[in-house]
T-cell receptor, first 113, second 114 residues
């Protein structure tokens, strides 16, 4: 069964350092999403891509977060510099197209010390 | 008031019981409704996906959407201990630009007692 791949699964970094997460969506899925989930809360959208274009990044803290999907397949989310409040699970999801079911990867658990 | 309200629980029921999970929402523009199951420290798993009002059944799971009341439900029949997890409702609009990021509830922690 096709799955969304994410790496690393766990990341511990110090405050003010840079950190990056990688996502490979299900093959053929044109739409890719990054969400952040704080413990005890539901995921919150950070950014949505359609192919290589950003569709929605209104909730992305652009002073420190950046995301790219250069060839319209895999994607990278970066945080620089990391802050203590960034500790969370970072989830990637993909869908065949906007308006269809979104399938999530296993997530990257980030701890900022 | 959050856009999507969901009782966090925990909800504890005996094995074999019918489970009812619910969410209310305030945004009348929501058109797509989903239910996810999330085990501890794992990514959410898509269980049910519905568009607009009505019912949808898949095995032991039934999803209901009542847009007039802004209320959605997930029913689990013949509940099993393996159903113990957090259940998240999620919904989205469909904008002209294709943006359809999901708005989630907080999740309900469900415990099925053997």
């Amino acid at each position: 069964e096709a799955e969304v791949a994410q790496s690393p699964r766990y990341k511990i970094t110090e405050k003010s350092q840079a950190v990056a997460f990688w996502c490979d969506p299900i093959s053929g899925h044109a739409t890719l999403y990054w969400y952040r989930q704080i413990l005890g809360q539901g995921p919150e959208l950070l950014v949505q891509f359609q192919d290589e274009s950003v569709v929605d990044d209104s909730q992305l803290p652009k002073d420190r977060f950046s995301a790219e999907r250069l060839k319209g397949v895999d994607s990278t989310l970066k945080i620089q510099p990391a802050e203590l409040g960034d500790s969370a699970m970072y989830l990637c999801a993909s869908s065949f197209s906007a308006g269809t079911g979104q399938y999530f990867g296993p997530g990257t658990r980030l701890t900022v010390t | 008031q959050k856009e999507v309200e969901q009782d966090p629980g925990p909800l504890s029921v005996p094995e074999g019981a019918i489970v009812s999970l619910n969410c209310t929402y305030s945004n009348s523009a929501f058109q797509y409704f989903m239910w996810y199951r999330q085990y501890s420290r794992k990514g959410p798993e898509l269980l049910m996906y519905t568009y607009s009002s009505g019912n949808k059944e898949d095995g032991r799971f039934t999803a209901q959407v009542d847009k007039s009341s802004k209320y959605i439900s997930l029913f689990i029949r013949d509940s099993q201990p393996s159903d113990s997890a957090t259940y998240l409702c999620a919904m989205s609009e469909r904008s002209g630009g294709g943006a359809d990021g999901l708005t989630f509830g907080k999740g309900t922690h469900l415990i099925i007692q053997p």
